[in-house]
């Protein structure tokens, strides 16, 4: 059983800065892309792409946090982390990981984290 475990996620006041990381655990070949998804508490909504690193280095971003977040990959030890820079109150949002193509005893399989919750606010 492949899990997504999040840390890094809390309070920052707009203007900061905070990093979130995630880690992948259990029986893991490959992972073809790992990044964070968002989505508002309370609101109705899909979630949102914040950052997508495939194993080949291509990142994309959500137009929201372009120039302002940075995500990076570690393919040998399955981890992705995002470091968020000039926070704005409308970043704050429930903080998802995610693995695409989890490639793990002969199957292919997304997964999801619990989720972390950052909250931008003074």
């Known amino acids: 059983q492949v899990q997504l475990v999040e840390s890094g996620g809390g309070l920052v006041q707009p203007g900061g800065s905070l990093k979130l990381s995630c880690v992948a655990s259990g029986n893991i070949f490959s992972i073809f892309a790992m990044g964070w998804y968002r989505q508002t508490p309370g609101m109705q909504r899909e979630r949102e792409l914040v950052a997508s690193i495939t194993s080949g280095g291509h990142i994309d971003y959500g137009d929201a946090v372009k120039g302002r977040f940075t995500a990076s990959r570690d393919n040998a030890n399955h981890t992705v982390s995002l470091q968020m820079n000039n926070v704005k109150p409308e970043d704050t949002a429930v903080y998802y990981c995610?693995?695409?193509?989890?490639?793990?005893?002969?199957?292919?399989?997304?997964?999801w984290g619990q989720g972390t919750l950052v909250t931008v606010s003074s």
């Open positions: 995610h693995a695409e193509r989890v490639y793990t005893d002969s199957r292919l399989t997304d997964y």
